[in-house]
């Protein structure tokens, strides 16, 4: 999605979730994976966090925090309730049901009857735009099956995007839970570290203890404190 | 979309009896001309400040919402920048952006739309763009929500990037000859 005026929590959102499904390497993984190929790995063989007993609005707040280390996304408290509450009640069931469907399929085995399962990065947007049901829609028409597409550098991506038949803001939120209560069976999602200011710090080695000696200055450290230059 | 800004109702009513939608069919038919591959959609319906591009079911989509197509604010040349914008991000090489790698990025947008998609479309239409008039424009429209400091991006200045404030980037689209970085757009909101 290219706009002309930025909106701050629509990119922070689609960034996060296209972050999380991209062919970029995932530097907390040791096995030098893509995020995507992680999520596939962790979606398989430890937690189904599509199933129905899991919510969205759960998995969307895991998904985006496992790529900003600690933030939250949105990071507008109003704006990520009302995301939060978008998620968790007001999106009709069909297109919840389609985002299950759509991204289940893309983190599923892929072959040449699940293309999705197989593509190398997957794209998040938002579209305003007269749907057929007269709501919100996941393209297209809240089907289960992404369409797979080829890029310039042939690559294969899925584009799952969220069209939008309201004309107005989205309400405000202020009791939404944030974040969102946690599901059953959660397994931790591996979480890239931020990286502290100023690089990474040692430990310091341990003092030794006082035994009287004097400390001694030597001419560097006389020039350091006195401020001066050669 | 669906944190942007919406035009208010009485505002979308006077852009209407002023015969914006004359000017706005206008602008539509050079642009369908001059870009025959790309679709070119106006949402007036819908009262979003924004417009946008986007890649759907192969289709390359250009939509105008109804909150910028119906500005106050916005006249002929405003409106045109705009949709050079977005047309560049469908057309524009270089850097990709980083919320869709389809697209281009905001500046190399930018850039194709004060450069190339200028000229293609005063050769094919003679639809001229008097940039310091768009750009006065837009100063009313865009200037409050993209504010200058870091709201919208994380501070790269190496990178080069222009799009992260309005001031940068006003002053990058009436220069013109400052060409994009080719990768690493700095626009990055996580």
Redesign the interface.
Known sequence: ????????????I???L??RFSDNVDPSDSQGRTYLAVLRDHFRNRENFLDRTHHLNRVFHRL?RS??GS?N??RARD?RR??FA?LRRTLPAPVMQAIRDQLTAILTQGGAANPAGSVN?V?F??????TRSGTFEL??QNGAVP?V?T??NRKT?C?V?LQ?NV????PDAPNEPDPPAADPGETTLAVRKRPRKGGKKTKKPAKKSSTGKKKTTTRKSKAKKTGKRK | MLFCDHLSHQEALEAKQANREGLLAGLLTDFRKTFPDLTFELQLDFSIINAQALRLANRQLVTIYGGLALHPRLGSDGLTLIVLHEVGHHLAEGCRSKRDPSLACECAADHWAVTTGMANLRMRTDRSLHMRVAVEELDAVVGPRQPTKGKYTKGNKSSGCWAGGWPSRRSALLARDRSPQRAGCCISNI
Request: charged share 15%; net charge negative; with cysteine.
């Open positions: 999605m290219g706009s002309f005026i930025n909106s701050q929590a629509d990119n922070e689609c960034e996060a296209n972050k985006a790529v900003t933030a996304v949105p704006s009302r995301w978008l990065y794209i947007s938002t579209q305003h735009v007269s393209f297209d369409q597409h890029d310039a991506y584009a995007v939008c004309d107005a803001p989205l």
